[in-house]
């Protein structure tokens, strides 16, 4: 599985309002519900659960969210881009505007890192945060997403 495959415009998400980290994972639990079919307060205790871990902000404005989840079947993703940057306790305290959540089955410990790193190694390219920044619809930003990984592959 790469991020090819899981990113699609319905679970891409722009100019996201939350004014706090718990409003926006209060957000991504909503908008994972949906995708995964769990609960959203369900969703939300597992993603706060995962912060108390250690933030999961690396800089730039970036976080990636993630959990396993043992109720899960397959590998779901979404990206919110907020409104506005907040507080999310990421290093140096810079704020975040984007979010790329992973939520995963238990079993699918490979998997699951690999995409961790492969959307890790993605944003910390300037240049591809600066079209997802700039990117004015849900599958613009996808396009941009799907082909510097495409890229990057060959």
Avoid: W
């Avoid at 980290?21 to 079919?37: C, I, W």
């Avoid at 397959?74 to 507080?87: A, G, N, V, W, Y």
């Avoid at 140096?92 to 089955?105: R, T």
């Amino acid at each position: 599985m790469n991020l090819v495959e899981l990113i699609k415009p319905e679970t891409v998400f722009l100019d996201v309002a939350a004014r706090s980290k718990k409003q926006v994972l209060e957000e991504l639990s909503k908008r994972a519900a949906t995708e995964t079919g769990l609960e959203t307060r369900f969703l939300f205790d597992i993603l706060v659960d995962r912060e108390r871990l250690g933030p999961t902000g690396i800089g730039k404005g970036i976080a990636i969210p993630h959990a396993k989840i043992t109720e899960l079947k397959k590998i779901h993703s979404l990206f919110i881009r907020l409104e506005e940057p907040i507080d999310y306790e990421a290093p140096e305290e810079e704020p975040v505007d984007l979010l790329f959540v992973i939520l995963a089955p238990e079993n699918s410990e490979s998997k699951y890192l690999k995409l961790l790193a492969q959307i890790s190694r993605l944003l910390r390219d300037d240049h591809v945060c600066t079209k997802i920044r700039q990117a004015n619809r849900s599958e613009k930003l996808c396009s941009v997403l799907t082909n510097t990984t495409t890229h990057r592959a060959a």
